[in-house]
């Protein structure tokens, strides 16, 4: 049990320091823009009144850090009012500061636009599922075969292919040809299908290959043999023990996936235009250099990126001891 | 190496000849537009058709293997030399080093979604080739610090190390003359599939509109133009070959990289 809380503080601790590293990074990527802020929002003709009005009501007037380097002065200490202190105070007090563009609260549009990028990795996740364990479980008790062969050629290709390639040609059958979905939008139910598909093939390929190198593994434990030897259907033996054991490490993978399919959305939203935290990002953020809403939707994709995947690590190892122990 | 290794080798070697070659292979300016002539579809005089502006799509996906093999090299080379010596340093020297940059910066690296990342970095510093460029080195030196230091520590127990070490040898010579090259075989996998891994960013991020800025002919740029619906309905050519071209690329690299492992790590060859 000892052991156990200090394994937990360790993690707990790393995932802290892990969120906190992020979260600066994010504060301090806008000092990268080239030129002033205000100047890529107001335009060139902008008055200095202007452009001083700007930077005070989006504190911009403020130094960037702790401290700064002046050639000449050298190190020079600012103190505590600058822009990373009042970021941080603004993420603590849940205000990711307002819109350069619009002036609306980043963390209200952040909002409206959670719940469909986590209603299209869910709907990913599922499909993922639903191709992965027939195909693996067809490969794995088939090992070697054509038909493991191909589904390990299928996985390959739904690995390798990038989604901007998957969901352009599934508009193209799908939308163009078979007029069966819409190419674009979430107007209708059956919307969601193919950004589906389309976010979900690399996770359907690696799950393909994990259930099949499972159940090829406990195909060859001795607990299958004594099944066989009571004389249950091989069907039976597949899914009732062999896919229950098998199945431990795919879950896993699965809560780690879904950080991954939530920055990978970015790339399916703008294929299918679903109106998401993605498109949020590239349309209303770097499309209209508008620099606080992309801090604030970096932040939020990468800090839930961070979380579940900590969180699933952190059950996990809590749950089987060979993982902790290794 | 198994049978796809191969494939992938022969592959990917058309496409760097091609890239090589690009010139005298292209059959048009790859910026010239006939505006007469927008989406033909493929015919003797354009072997793949033309977009949108009536310029040759042949001609443009042979520059386009020219602009991602050329990204995908340099990223590959720079981060490579960068996270071999910053994962060789961590697992030579151990101790409060290797917490500091194995425990703490290397998971600040792989916690973050690479492409979030990359996206954030052009997003702040502005489009470009040599932004790109250093945005995907800023994601990928990480993956070979860690394989190097991985490496690195399981070869300083070796003899001949210890060995060197007892004859007086410094740090440094330990270090590159006989702990590097007994540990680069993992590098060289790493090497190809991040490869493979650099020419997709370049593509994804150039889709995104966030790569090299038109009228550079780069996949990623090439797809993102023919993925309307119109386009798709009347010239599905345009969207077709640099998908196809981008898809054997990153399937070359992965088989290539798949191969080598299995080859330098007889324990994980296929069960």
Same mark, same amino acid.
């Given at each position: 049990?000892?052991?156990?809380?200090?394994?937990?503080?360790?993690?707990?601790?790393?995932?802290?320091?892990?969120?906190?590293?992020?979260?600066?990074?994010?504060?301090?990527?806008?000092?990268?823009v080239p030129?002033?802020?205000?100047?890529?929002?107001?335009?060139?003709?902008?008055?200095?009144?202007?452009?001083?009005?700007?930077?005070?009501?989006?504190?911009?007037?403020?130094?960037?850090?702790?401290?700064s380097?002046?050639?000449?002065?050298?190190?020079?200490?600012h103190?505590?009012?600058?822009?990373? @202190?009042?970021?941080?105070?603004?993420?603590?007090?849940?205000?990711?500061?307002?819109?350069?563009?619009?002036d609306?609260?980043?963390?209200?549009?952040?909002?409206?636009?959670?719940?469909p990028?986590?209603?299209l990795?869910?709907?990913?996740?599922l499909?993922?599922?639903?191709?992965?364990?027939?195909?693996?479980?067809l490969?794995?008790?088939?090992?070697?075969?054509?038909i493991?062969?191909?589904?390990?050629?299928?996985?390959?290709?739904g690995?390798?292919?990038?989604t901007?390639?998957?969901?352009?040609?599934?508009?193209?059958?799908?939308?163009?040809?078979?007029?069966?979905?819409?190419?674009?939008?979430?107007?209708?139910?059956?919307?969601?299908?193919?950004?589906?598909?389309?976010?979900?093939?690399?996770?359907?390929?690696?799950?393909?290959?994990?259930?099949?190198?499972?159940?090829?593994?406990?195909l060859g434990?001795?607990?299958?043999?004594?099944?066989?030897?009571?004389?249950?259907?091989?069907?039976?033996?597949?899914?009732?023990? @062999?896919l229950?054991?098998?199945?431990?490490p795919?879950?896993?993978?699965?809560?780690?996936?879904?950080?991954?399919?939530?920055?990978?959305?970015?790339?399916?939203?703008?294929?299918?235009?679903?109106?998401?935290?993605?498109?949020?990002?590239?349309?209303?953020?770097?499309?209209?250099?508008?620099?606080?809403?992309v801090?604030?939707?970096v932040?939020?994709?990468?800090?839930?990126?961070i979380?579940?995947?900590?969180?699933?690590?952190l @059950?996990?190892?809590?749950?089987?001891?060979?993982?902790?122990?290794? | 190496?198994? *049978?796809?290794?191969?494939?992938?080798?022969?592959?990917?070697?058309?496409?760097?000849?091609?890239?090589?070659?690009?010139?005298?292979?292209?059959?048009?300016?790859?910026?010239?537009?006939?505006?007469?002539?927008?989406?033909?579809?493929?015919?003797?005089?354009? +072997?793949?058709?033309?977009?949108a502006?009536?310029?040759?799509?042949f001609?443009?996906?042979?520059?386009?293997?020219?602009?991602?093999?050329?990204?995908?090299?340099?990223?590959?080379?720079?981060?490579?030399?960068?996270?071999?010596?910053i994962?060789?340093v961590? !697992?030579?020297? !151990? !101790? +409060?080093?290797?917490?500091?940059?194995?425990?703490?910066?290397?998971?600040?690296?792989?916690?973050?979604?690479?492409?979030?990342?990359? #996206?954030?970095?052009? $997003?702040f510093?502005?489009?470009g080739?040599?932004?790109?460029?250093?945005?995907?080195?800023v994601?990928? +030196?990480?993956?070979?610090?860690?394989?190097? *230091?991985?490496?690195?520590?399981?070869?300083?127990?070796?003899?001949?190390?210890?060995? $060197?070490?007892?004859?007086g040898?410094?740090?440094?010579? #330990?270090?590159?003359?006989?702990?590097?090259?007994?540990?680069?075989?993992?590098? #060289?996998?790493?090497?190809?599939?991040?490869?493979?891994?650099?020419?997709?960013?370049?593509a994804?991020?150039?889709?995104?509109?966030?790569?090299?800025?038109?009228?550079?002919?780069?996949w !990623?740029?090439?797809?993102?133009?023919?993925?309307?619906?119109?386009?798709?309905?009347? $010239?599905?050519?345009?969207?077709?070959?640099?998908?196809?071209?981008? $898809?054997?690329?990153?399937?070359?690299?992965?088989?290539?990289?798949d191969?080598?492992?299995?080859?330098?790590?007889?324990?994980?060859?296929?069960?």
């Amino acid at each position: 049990m000892k052991y156990k809380i200090y394994s937990f503080s360790k993690q707990l601790a790393l995932l802290l320091l892990v969120v906190w590293t992020v979260v600066s990074l994010v504060t301090l990527l806008i000092e990268l823009v080239p030129g002033d802020p205000a100047a890529a929002i107001l335009g060139e003709q902008a008055t200095p009144e202007q452009v001083a009005n700007f930077n005070e009501k989006h504190g911009l007037d403020k130094p960037a850090f702790f401290f700064s380097y002046h050639g000449e002065k050298g190190i020079v200490w600012h103190g505590a009012k600058n822009r990373y @202190v009042d970021y941080w105070q603004g993420i603590l007090t849940g205000d990711l500061g307002n819109s350069f563009r619009t002036d609306r609260p980043v963390l209200d549009m952040i909002l409206e636009r959670y719940p469909p990028t986590i209603k299209l990795a869910l709907a990913a996740m599922l499909i993922a599922i639903g191709i992965a364990l027939p195909l693996g479980v067809l490969a794995g008790t088939n090992k070697n075969s054509l038909i493991d062969n191909s589904s390990s050629f299928i996985a390959l290709l739904g690995i390798s292919l990038p989604t901007f390639v998957i969901g352009p040609f599934l508009v193209y059958i799908f939308a163009v040809k078979l007029r069966w979905f819409s190419p674009t939008g979430s107007a209708n139910p059956e919307d969601i299908i193919l950004p589906a598909v389309t976010l979900g093939a690399a996770l359907s390929a690696i799950l393909t290959r994990m259930v099949r190198s499972s159940v090829i593994e406990e195909l060859g434990e001795d607990y299958v043999r004594t099944a066989r030897a009571k004389g249950l259907s091989e069907r039976k033996v597949v899914y009732k023990h @062999v896919l229950k054991n098998g199945l431990i490490p795919v879950v896993t993978i699965l809560g780690l996936q879904l950080g991954v399919l939530l920055a990978g959305a970015i790339i399916t939203e703008k294929i299918f235009s679903w109106q998401g935290l993605g498109l949020l990002l590239l349309e209303d953020g770097i499309g209209k250099r508008d620099y606080r809403l992309v801090q604030g939707c970096v932040l939020v994709i990468s800090v839930t990126y961070i979380l579940a995947n900590s969180l699933t690590d952190l @059950v996990y190892r809590w749950l089987d001891p060979r993982i902790r122990l290794s | 190496m198994n *049978r796809l290794a191969y494939i992938g080798i022969a592959v990917a070697a058309v496409f760097i000849l091609t890239a090589i070659f690009a010139p005298l292979i292209a059959t048009h300016d790859v910026t010239a537009q006939n505006l007469m002539a927008r989406y033909a579809a493929p015919s003797a005089e354009h +072997w793949f058709g033309t977009d949108a502006l009536g310029r040759d799509v042949f001609s443009r996906v042979v520059f386009g293997a020219r602009i991602s093999l050329e990204v995908g090299i340099i990223v590959v080379v720079v981060s490579s030399i960068v996270g071999t010596i910053i994962g060789a340093v961590a !697992g030579f020297y !151990g !101790g +409060w080093v290797d917490k500091i940059l194995s425990g703490y910066i290397f998971n600040v690296f792989l916690a973050f979604p690479g492409l979030l990342l990359a #996206i954030a970095l052009v $997003a702040f510093l502005g489009a470009g080739l040599g932004k790109l460029i250093l945005a995907l080195c800023v994601i990928g +030196w990480v993956g070979y610090a860690r394989v190097m *230091r991985g490496q690195v520590l399981k070869v300083r127990e070796y003899d001949f190390v210890q060995a $060197a070490r007892a004859l007086g040898a410094s740090n440094m010579r #330990i270090l590159f003359t006989h702990i590097l090259p007994n540990a680069i075989q993992p590098l #060289i996998v790493q090497a190809s599939l991040g490869m493979a891994g650099a020419v997709l960013s370049e593509a994804s991020l150039s889709f995104l509109g966030l790569g090299i800025p038109p009228p550079a002919p780069s996949w !990623g740029t090439m797809i993102e133009e023919a993925r309307g619906f119109d386009i798709l309905y009347n $010239a599905p050519h345009v969207l077709f070959f640099p998908a196809i071209a981008i $898809a054997l690329t990153v399937l070359a690299f992965n088989f290539i990289g798949d191969g080598l492992r299995e080859y330098l790590d007889p324990k994980q060859r296929r069960r």
